[in-house]
Nanobody, 118 residues
Framework: QVQLVESGGGLVQAGESLRLSCAASGRSIASINAMGWYRQAPGKQREFVAVITSRGSTNYADSVKGRFTISRDNAKITVYLQMNSLKPEDTAVYYC???????????WGQGTQVTVSS
């Protein structure tokens, strides 16, 4: 079992920055492989934002490349999403996820709201 708790969301103006955090806990945290972020805007499907593997390899959605940076503290089992140059279209609930090594099971956090005003 893995529990994920996000924090850091809020209301900002376009062009500003936010940093999201996601802390993992539970009996199975040693088996976590990749961790990442998805987001869901009102009326839209949940979409991929960024991912980082246990070895530090990263991948980003085209819409956030060059603006968002994902990082990971393996000692704290925490993943971060630094979001710069935010745009109104980045407004969404941001969800953290963790993928397990052997089972490939995916766990989700409860989500954190990010609102960017124009």
């Amino acid at each position: 079992q893995v529990q994920l708790v996000e924090s850091g969301g809020g209301l900002v103006q376009a062009g500003e920055s936010l940093r999201l955090s996601c802390a993992a806990s539970g009996r199975s945290i040693a088996s976590i492989n990749a961790m990442g972020w998805y987001r869901q805007a009102p009326g839209k499907q949940r979409e991929f934002v960024a991912v980082i593997t246990s070895r530090g390899s990263t991948n980003y959605a085209d819409s956030v490349k060059g603006r968002f940076t994902i990082s990971r503290d393996n000692a704290k089992i925490t993943v971060y999403l630094q979001m710069n140059s935010l745009k109104p279209e980045d407004t969404a609930v941001y969800y953290c996820n963790a993928d397990m090594v052997i089972t490939a099971r995916r766990y989700w956090g409860q989500g954190t709201q990010v609102t960017v005003s124009s």
